[in-house]
């Protein structure tokens, strides 16, 4: 069990992983030895997460989940296996706090008066530079 939060755990067997072979760093260790981790979370079917977390992990994450609700993540950052697994756990989890934060709604405000007054200054300032670069009437 991996614990994300006070109230979401994850099973270990809700994590799927693939290892395939790493660009970077390396060296022929690179060309011989699979490394990189893909990790794959199905957020669609876990029970783990609700509705609301669900949705804005979807938003968080977006390209990296599928229409069908896979997340995948790509870990590739370190030379060893067991690193980047952990690497991509990381994100994981990390991702999934975020998404459980709800966001703090945003009150509708109106700009103040002394906020109206200075705009209008600048704007007025702007127009008389303006005025000056017209030609002067009788001049032509």
């Known amino acids: 069990m991996i614990e994300v939060s006070r109230h979401i755990t994850l099973d270990e067997s809700e994590l799927h992983f693939e290892f ?5 760093p390396g060296g ?13 979370f199905d957020v669609a079917a876990t029970r783990a997460l609700s509705l609301e977390v669900k949705e804005r992990l979807r938003k968080i994450t977006g390209r990296r989940m599928t229409d069908a609700g896979v997340l ?14 952990q690497d991509a756990v990381d994100r994981l989890v990390h991702w999934i706090r975020r998404a ?6 945003r009150k ?28 002067v009437r009788g001049e032509d």
Request: no cysteine; net charge positive.
């Open 20 to 24: 395939v072979r790493s660009s970077g």
């Open 28 to 40: 022929q260790n690179v060309n011989k030895v699979a490394t990189a981790v893909q990790l794959r």
């Open 72 to 85: 995948i993540i790509d870990a590739r950052r370190y030379r060893s296996q067991e690193r980047n697994r």
């Open 100 to 105: 459980e934060e709800v966001p703090k709604p």
């Open 108 to 135: 509708a405000t109106k700009p103040s008066r002394g906020a109206k007054e200075r705009r209008h200054k600048v704007k007025q300032r702007r127009s008389d530079v303006k005025k000056t670069r017209r030609k």
